[in-house]
């Protein structure tokens, strides 16, 4: 729950709750995956810029990737739409 309410005000799961007879917990490991990228596509231009500005301050592993996805690349320290290609 930490991770999902950081604010806390949630009571701590414990194995004797009420609520959690019937409920069992299991993992489940997938053989593969794959999806679909929409990554601003409605967006007006002027809001896509600002979104691709957004992913690369937050400068996180896939930051460049999904910039690369989006058709924005880093040229001379900016960002650059390069590809503007209809989804």
């Given amino acids: 729950m930490k991770k999902y309410q950081p604010e806390g ?8 709750m009420d609520v959690l007879k019937g409920v069992e917990v299991i ?3 997938p053989e593969s995956l794959r999806g679909k990228y929409k990554i601003g596509q409605n967006m007006y ?3 896509r810029i600002d979104l691709a ?5 937050r400068n ?4 460049k990737e999904t910039l690369d996805i989006m058709g ?3 040229i001379d320290d900016k ?6 290609a209809p989804w």
């Fill in 45 to 47: 231009m002027k809001s």
């Fill in 9 to 16: 005000g949630y009571e701590t799961i414990k194995p004797d």
């Fill in 72 to 74: 924005f690349k880093i």
């Fill in 27 to 29: 993992k489940i490991v």
């Fill in 60 to 63: 996180s592993s896939t930051a």
């Fill in 53 to 57: 500005k957004q992913i690369l301050e």
């Fill in 79 to 84: 960002l650059k739409l390069v590809d503007d």
